[in-house]
């Protein structure tokens, strides 16, 4: 790299370091505040976190900041990122069991750097494989230690690459998703996304609806199981 533009990279990344910062002691002040997707908050957590391109966009982070607010029960998250970040400072404000599950080592490092940073320690965060289960692959979760019901499932993950993409939330977790545990999908944009979505729709007998603007997201609630 030359030294102008080496220059310019570590400048943007200090600024992004700088913007991070200031908007994550809002955020902590007042979560509440945040549940916008036109706070500025939000829009500066994305930009600082420096992801933008994979990162959920300030719609979705909103929806899952004014659930994770108010159900009651456990979350989940499938894939880590900011939205672990944002998700672990209100469950350790209203004192509520976390869980996220992230497939890959070096991703979920960075997180707990963050998570470690703000002593956000209210999530537990599962560094676990993808597990090939014939028809699909989808995280291993340690079941075993893990709460009977989640009132919230935040999924982002794992990649749309994955064999069956997300679909492995439903028939892995589904005896976890009691009556009245909401679902956030992101990315509705893609079809495969969508397909999954109506799938889920049409094995638990539910309605669902496709929320946000500029960049779409999937609310569903779990009626029975």
Known sequence: MRP????????????????????????????SACTNSESRVLRDLVYGWGNESWSAHPEY????IQFA?????PILECG???????????????????????????WAAKVEGYLDRYRLNSVRLCTTGLKDRGE????????????????LVVCDGPPGSTKGGRYGLLPVMRDRLGPGC??????????????????????????LDVLGTAKPYIQMTVTET
């Open 80 to 106: 880590s990122g900011l939205s672990t970040v944002l998700l672990a400072a209100v469950a350790k404000k209203r004192e509520t069991e976390y869980w996220a599950l992230e497939h890959t080592p070096e």
């Open 4 to 31: 102008v533009a080496q220059l310019r990279s570590l400048l943007r990344r200090a600024h992004r370091t700088f913007v991070f910062s200031r908007a994550m002691k809002r955020f902590l002040k007042n979560p």
């Open 69 to 73: 607010l108010v159900v009651k029960g």
């Open 136 to 151: 699909f692959s989808w995280y291993d979760p340690p079941l075993e230690t893990m709460p009977q019901n989640f009132a």
């Open 182 to 207: 909401v679902i956030l999908l992101d990315d509705a944009s893609r079809a495969d996304e969508l397909a999954i979505a109506k799938r889920w729709q049409t094995e638990l007998g539910v309605s």
């Open 61 to 64: 982070l909103g929806a899952c």
